[in-house]
């Protein structure tokens, strides 16, 4: 099994990835250029760990033995010294993820998998930025990365299908299950989960019902865990609406065009649990 990860990127999705990674036995190195991102994300990991103690759900040296097998690195070169799969958590902007895996594709062996958390960008032309397409994948995990038990695979028209059961393996021994979806924009579960969400918010704009009661529709009617507009408010809705634009672009279908609640509460600062206030109070 894959066994020595670099995590490229230090924020909640980041850190997300190294703890279950090292919760499975996993090696893990996590880099990210902004200064204290690492030893943040360890400080939350470390929390996030000592709560499962707390909970019962595992024993304090089972965490600590998981903590120990997560550490920083000084630079992207260092984190992928010797990892047999890159997993980039970076901002969602396409040139940048451009340059940095143009930059892996150059610090790794041919044989390390790079994989993307993108949740909406073309993996395609992503892995376009290196010499080794073939060995480019998306891995779109899901906030909050420890307790979602979705990974998104992503293929495109160059990967080599051999790998696909390598990380299908990998996302099993985390405890989460793996579908393979090909590239194309939003994957399944961000196209399906952002045309539901901004229905529920046209359904807000419109005077349908309040949030609480769209969401207890979408709970207690079709059996969702949480409704589309709490769940908008936990993603951030400042990522909601990059996504749906982008998806608005690339499928021009009308159903994806941000709906004016959208872009005034982004406006207004209220981007959901991240600030306090969203379609929900936090």
């Given at each position: 099994?894959?066994?020595?990860?670099?995590v490229i990127g230090a924020g909640t999705m980041g850190a997300g990835i190294a703890q279950v990674a090292a919760i499975a036995g996993a090696t893990v190195r996590v880099a990210d250029e902004r200064s204290g991102a690492v030893s943040n994300a360890l400080s939350r990991i470390r929390t996030t760990l000592d709560g499962t103690v707390s909970r019962?759900?595992?024993?304090?040296?089972?965490?600590?033995?998981?903590?120990?097998?997560?550490?920083?690195?000084?630079?992207?070169?260092?984190?992928?010294?010797?990892?047999?799969?890159?997993?980039?958590?970076?901002?969602?902007?396409?040139?940048?993820?451009?340059?940095?895996?143009?930059?892996?594709?150059?610090?790794?062996?041919?044989?390390?998998?790079?994989?993307?958390?993108?949740?909406?960008?073309?993996?395609?032309?992503?892995?376009?930025?290196?010499?080794?397409?073939?060995?480019?994948?998306?891995?779109?995990?899901?906030?909050?990365?420890?307790?979602?038990?979705?990974?998104?695979?992503?293929?495109?028209?160059?990967?080599?299908?051999?790998?696909?059961?390598?990380?299908?393996?990998?996302?099993?021994?985390?405890?989460?299950?793996?579908?393979?979806?090909?590239?194309?924009?939003?994957?399944?579960?961000?196209?399906?989960?952002?045309?539901?969400?901004?229905?529920?918010?046209?359904?807000?704009?419109?005077?349908?019902?309040?949030?609480?009661?769209?969401?207890?529709?979408?709970?207690?009617?079709?059996?969702?865990?949480?409704?589309?507009?709490?769940?908008?408010?936990?993603?951030?809705?400042?990522?909601?609406?990059?996504?749906?634009?982008?998806?608005?672009?690339?499928?021009?279908?009308?159903?994806?065009?941000?709906?004016?609640?959208?872009?005034?509460?982004?406006?207004?600062?209220?981007?959901?649990?991240?600030?306090?206030?969203?379609?929900?109070?936090?």
């Amino acid at each position: 099994m894959i066994s020595r990860i670099a995590v490229i990127g230090a924020g909640t999705m980041g850190a997300g990835i190294a703890q279950v990674a090292a919760i499975a036995g996993a090696t893990v190195r996590v880099a990210d250029e902004r200064s204290g991102a690492v030893s943040n994300a360890l400080s939350r990991i470390r929390t996030t760990l000592d709560g499962t103690v707390s909970r019962a759900k595992t024993t304090a040296d089972a965490a600590d033995a998981a903590f120990a097998r997560i550490s920083a690195a000084v630079d992207v070169d260092a984190a992928v010294d010797g990892a047999e799969l890159v997993i980039e958590a970076i901002v969602e902007d396409l040139a940048t993820k451009q340059a940095l895996f143009a930059a892996m594709d150059a610090l790794t062996p041919a044989s390390t998998i790079l994989a993307t958390n993108t949740s909406s960008l073309s993996v395609s032309r992503i892995a376009a930025a290196t010499t080794r397409p073939s060995r480019v994948v998306g891995m779109h995990f899901f906030n909050p990365v420890h307790i979602m038990q979705l990974v998104e695979i992503v293929v495109h028209p160059q990967t080599d299908l051999a790998i696909v059961p390598d990380l299908t393996e990998f996302v099993g021994a985390l405890n989460k299950t793996a579908i393979v979806v090909r590239d194309s924009p939003g994957f399944a579960s961000s196209r399906l989960g952002v045309a539901l969400g901004l229905e529920a918010m046209r359904m807000l704009e419109q005077g349908v019902a309040s949030a609480a009661d769209i969401d207890t529709a979408m709970m207690l009617g079709y059996g969702h865990p949480m409704g589309p507009l709490r769940v908008s408010d936990l993603i951030g809705l400042d990522v909601r609406l990059r996504i749906a634009e982008s998806l608005w672009q690339e499928l021009g279908a009308p159903h994806f065009e941000p709906p004016p609640i959208l872009r005034q509460k982004v406006r207004a600062g209220e981007l959901g649990k991240k600030t306090g206030r969203g379609f929900y109070e936090w």
